[in-house]
């Protein structure tokens, strides 16, 4: 267990719908970052958040946003949802920003993943 | 393009082999994670390393910054090594490879 929770485990909704991912990071940790793996693109980073402010952005669709709140918990939130958006959203925390900086403090802990299927 | 090159794709091993995964990267880096996937689907981070050479039991990590590559070596191989190991570098972005399968037969 690695600290790191997410919610929903499943979620199942169809083409058009807004869905509302959530992730508590381990305890101590400031850094949330969110990664989508598909079957046809394997992992991809998202977004990253650090103590609620953005902090890195990858290849997150302008559909989709996310935001961290003070208590540091997450949320991602999924928009006009396409059948192509099926996968699972894993979300990670570290204690440090991550980028730019080899500290261990800056290893990432993965959440459990929540497994969306638009149908 | 892809930023980040992993050898092989597939990998089948008897166990007690000795293993090794390779990943190559092209983006300037802070540091490199290597990851395990169970079947599952949950992500175990093995090492972060950003210079030498990390041991963890029967796991062991290098990385080369000069030449831009890293390799994960399990020595004696188990059948509950079977998973995926994926290559993740830290630049200004986070950047993955598409995984290795190994599964490793008793």
């Known amino acids: 267990d690695s600290g790191v929770t997410q919610t929903p485990k499943h979620l199942i909704t169809a083409t058009g719908q807004r869905v509302t991912l959530r992730c508590s990071p381990r305890?101590?940790?400031?850094?949330v970052y969110w990664y989508q793996q598909s079957l046809d693109q394997g992992l991809q980073f998202l977004i990253q958040?650090?103590?609620?402010?953005?902090?890195a952005k990858g290849n997150i669709l302008e559909r989709f946003s996310a935001q961290q709140f003070p208590d540091l918990h997450s949320e991602l939130n999924l928009s006009s949802l396409e059948l192509g958006d099926s996968a699972l959203y894993f979300c990670?925390?570290?204690?440090?920003?991550?980028?730019?900086?080899?500290?261990?403090?800056?290893?990432?802990?993965f959440g459990p993943g929540t497994r969306l299927t638009v149908l | 393009k892809n930023e980040v090159e992993q050898s092989p794709q597939n990998l089948t091993a008897q166990e007690g082999e000795f293993i090794t995964i390779n990943c190559s990267y092209s983006?300037?880096?802070?540091?490199l994670h290597w990851l395990q996937q169970h079947p599952g689907g949950g992500i175990v981070s093995l090492f972060m390393?950003?210079?030498g050479k990390k041991k963890h039991g029967r796991l062991i990590a290098t990385i080369n910054i000069q030449e831009k590559h890293s390799s994960l070596h399990i020595t004696a191989s188990h059948p509950r090594d079977s998973a995926v190991y994926i290559c993740?570098?830290?630049?200004?972005?986070?950047?993955f490879g598409t995984g290795t399968s190994l599964t490793v037969i008793p």
């Open positions: 990670a925390s570290s204690v440090l920003p991550g980028a730019r900086s080899s500290s261990s403090y800056n290893e990432q802990f």
């Open positions: 305890s101590g940790d400031l850094s």
């Open positions: 958040y650090y103590n609620g402010e953005e902090r």
């Open positions: 983006v300037g880096i802070s540091a």
């Open positions: 390393l950003s210079s």
């Open positions: 993740a570098v830290i630049g200004n972005q986070f950047y």
